[in-house]
């Protein structure tokens, strides 16, 4: 679908830019959120009327965003999970998560669209993202994930977590489990020491 843009949108476009997009997101995000109109004469018409108060609007969402960079900077984003032997967390920690948190810790609110972390954390460990206050103001934040505040804080020092043989630290993704195949030998010598032992107890009983 084509559209004309009435908000500046990060790797799309800027205001006024005439633009092709999937019709769902057209229809489920763009149009209803007053970001774009449908494109036709008599929107260019409409939008070269309001062209002069979209930029200001946008300008006014730009400052207001920026009044909120130092807020976003001292949140302190720390999350205590449940997670396995092998630092793995039991669910995840998501943009939704992080952007309510933000709103709690610094009264800052943003969507989560607007929380730039991509895939969902499932991990202990400290994390970099970013936070899209406005498409021209994004602020890199460090996401720290543990089971207690004091795994937390050994992060923020630059700590190592080890959980088994496995080390945890800054900037790292805890590693996959052990594959199944990788265990199978264990499993088979348990299974001989029983057969073994069975054994033993019919040569005693003869």
């Given at each position: 679908m084509k559209v004309i843009l009435t908000e500046k949108i990060s790797k799309l476009g800027h205001i006024g830019d005439t633009v092709e997009v999937a019709t769902g997101y057209a229809r489920n995000?763009?149009?209803?959120?007053?970001?774009?109109?449908?494109w036709s004469k008599g929107n260019v018409a409409l939008f070269e009327a309001k062209k002069a108060e979209l930029h200001a609007r946008h300008e006014s969402a730009k400052s207001k965003a920026e009044s909120e960079v130092k807020s976003v900077e001292s949140a302190k984003f720390?999350?205590?999970?449940?997670?396995?032997?092998?630092?793995?967390?039991?669910?995840?920690?998501?943009?939704?998560?992080?952007?309510?948190?933000?709103?709690?810790?610094?009264?800052?609110?943003?969507?989560?669209?607007?929380?730039?972390?991509?895939?969902?954390?499932?991990?202990?460990?400290?994390f970099d993202t970013k936070i899209a206050l406005h498409p021209d103001v994004i602020v890199p934040v460090?996401?720290?994930?543990?089971?207690?505040q004091d795994e937390i804080d050994a992060l923020v020092a630059g700590k190592v977590l080890t959980f088994g043989t496995k080390k945890i630290e800054d900037e790292e993704v805890a590693p996959q489990p052990e594959a199944a195949d990788e265990v199978a030998p264990e499993s088979k010598t348990q299974a001989e020491e029983k057969a073994d032992e069975v054994a033993d107890n019919e040569s005693a009983s003869e």
């Open positions: 995000y763009l149009l209803p959120n007053g970001k774009a109109l449908r720390h999350m205590i999970r449940s997670a396995g032997d092998t630092g793995h967390l039991y669910g995840s920690v998501s943009s939704r998560d992080i952007a309510r948190m933000l709103n709690e810790l610094a009264g800052v609110a943003v969507e989560s669209n607007q929380v730039l972390l991509g895939n969902p954390i499932k991990t202990i460990g400290a460090k996401v720290y994930v543990a089971q207690t």
